[in-house]
């Protein structure tokens, strides 16, 4: 099956306003995604239509809104492949996902002389719950590193992961460079050591099929909003067998069976880690992202990403000055190009590329350890996705040649 971006396009009604007078190329999906009609008018319906509380009430509108937020819950099961949809907790993203397996899981399983090992090019949100972990328990937190070519060194992760590695936290695919890691290979790392893995997915899952159970992830975290659903939504996957034996890390309402004046109970799973009024509206949302990426083939939207590199990655190379950082086998990533141009900043790049329409992220991508491992202070960096089109990248390279010279010879 092959996109048809063109007509993808008509399902996304932001992408067809101008910026700064020019037709709007939007390229930080990477950051957050756009969304769907679909997507849309199922939160507008809802508030319409079905608005109240989930799995407290037996009137009309609280059954209905009921069955809808947890025929999510299974759709997500077999988006991701899981055993058992009670393998499936909601959460607010994949930072909140991640710093519940630290908090719990974490806290009950890591002590002083234990080891945590992550790497090098993790999303803040991967990182700093288990820096804090190891400050809190006293293990120590250890870096894999990367290879010449921007990939993970597999030899330096075998050398890490001991019978001392507790967790081994690693990003699916890279926020910056693209890389796409071989989780299932750090899987029997780190299970042979007796550690458990803990995958970021943010990345990862709008662009490519997921399969938890094929991994051997023991808990893969991902947010909605990088995959067409709404802000606020996510998912943390457990193993049943890890969920179980975790507490929770938030208490109050939804999440408890008995509650007594001096101790309380908590419900089953997946219930018992999911506590207070969900985001019910964009949780529906999240189903419906699912069913509209499910309608394009998952497998087609990475391959149309990997149409769109092969377009883009030699008209970037005629381009004197400019350093792509990453894999340089454009199979080996996603649609995420992380660049710089010899004497200019990123930010003066990114804000001139917008003056053009186009819209690019600048910084240190929540990624500055990895940044020091780059030796540099930022990047510049357009990710690609489903409903952009060959056209766009032509336009994006024409006018990242047009910024360069305006910042040599003063016109653009």
């Given at each position: 099956?092959?996109?048809?971006?063109?007509?993808?396009?008509?399902?996304?009604?932001?992408l067809s306003q101008s910026v700064?007078?020019?037709?709007?190329?939007?390229?930080?999906?990477?950051?957050?995604?756009?969304?769907?009609?679909?997507?849309?008018?199922?939160?507008?319906?809802?508030?319409?239509?079905?608005?109240?509380?989930?799995?407290?009430?037996v009137h009309t509108l609280a059954d209905r809104a009921t069955s809808q937020y947890e025929a999510v819950r299974e759709k997500t099961r077999a988006f991701i492949h899981a055993a058992d949809s009670a393998e499936v907790l909601f959460t607010r993203g994949a930072t909140t996902s991640l710093n519940w397996v630290a908090k719990s899981w974490g806290e009950a399983n890591v002590k002083a002389g234990d080891e945590i090992v992550i790497t090098i090019m993790e999303h803040h949100a991967n990182l700093i719950p288990w820096q804090q972990l190891a400050k809190k328990t006293?293990?120590?937190?250890?870096?894999?590193?990367?290879?010449?070519?921007?990939?993970?060194?597999m030899e330096e992760a075998a050398r890490l992961i001991t019978n001392k590695t507790k967790i081994?936290?690693?990003?699916?695919?890279?926020?910056?460079?693209?890389?796409?890691?071989?989780?299932k290979e750090l899987a029997q790392l780190a299970h042979q050591a007796g550690a458990v893995i803990v995958v970021d997915g943010a990345q990862a899952v709008p662009h490519m099929p997921i399969d938890v159970q094929e991994l051997d992830?023991?808990?893969?975290?991902?947010?909605?909003?990088?995959?067409?659903?709404?802000?606020?939504?996510?998912?943390?996957?457990?193993?049943?067998?890890?969920?179980?034996?975790?507490e929770p890390v938030e208490f109050g309402g939804?999440?408890?069976?008995f509650v007594y004046e001096q101790d309380s109970t908590w419900t089953e799973l997946p219930w018992k880690f999911e506590t207070g009024t969900p985001n019910i509206a964009g949780t529906i949302g999240l189903g419906v992202a699912i069913d509209y990426l499910n309608e394009q083939d998952r497998t087609a939207i990475h391959e149309h990403g990997q149409l769109l590199l092969q377009r883009l990655w030699p008209q970037?190379?005629?381009?004197?000055?400019?350093?792509?950082?990453?894999?340089?086998?454009?199979?080996?990533?996603?649609?995420?190009?992380?660049?710089?141009?010899?004497?200019?900043?990123?930010?003066?790049?990114?804000?001139?590329?917008?003056?053009?329409?186009?819209?690019?992220?600048?910084?240190?991508h929540c990624a500055q350890p990895l940044m020091r491992e780059l030796d540099v202070p930022a990047t510049v960096r357009a990710s690609f996705y489903l409903y952009n089109t060959p056209e766009e990248v032509d336009r994006f390279v024409a006018s990242l040649q047009a910024v360069k010279e305006f910042f040599a010879n003063g016109f653009i």
């Open positions: 099956m092959k996109l048809n971006a063109e007509k993808i396009r008509n399902d996304f009604p932001i700064n007078d020019e037709p709007l190329i939007y390229l930080d999906s990477a950051a957050t995604a756009q969304k769907p009609l679909a997507v849309l008018d199922a939160v507008q319906s809802y508030y319409e239509t079905s608005n109240a509380n989930v799995h407290r009430g006293g293990a120590a937190l250890n870096y894999i590193h990367l290879t010449a070519d921007g990939q993970l060194d081994v936290a690693v990003t699916h695919c890279s926020n910056v460079l693209g890389t796409i890691n071989p989780i992830a023991d808990f893969y975290a991902f947010s909605g909003h990088k995959m067409l659903a709404p802000t606020g939504t996510g998912v943390l996957y457990g193993k049943r067998a890890l969920l179980e034996q975790m939804e999440m408890i069976d970037l190379q005629q381009i004197e000055g400019l350093t792509i950082y990453g894999p340089q086998d454009i199979a080996q990533r996603t649609g995420v190009i992380s660049f710089n141009l010899d004497g200019l900043h990123p930010h003066d790049v990114a804000t001139a590329l917008d003056m053009e329409g186009i819209a690019v992220r600048a910084g240190h």
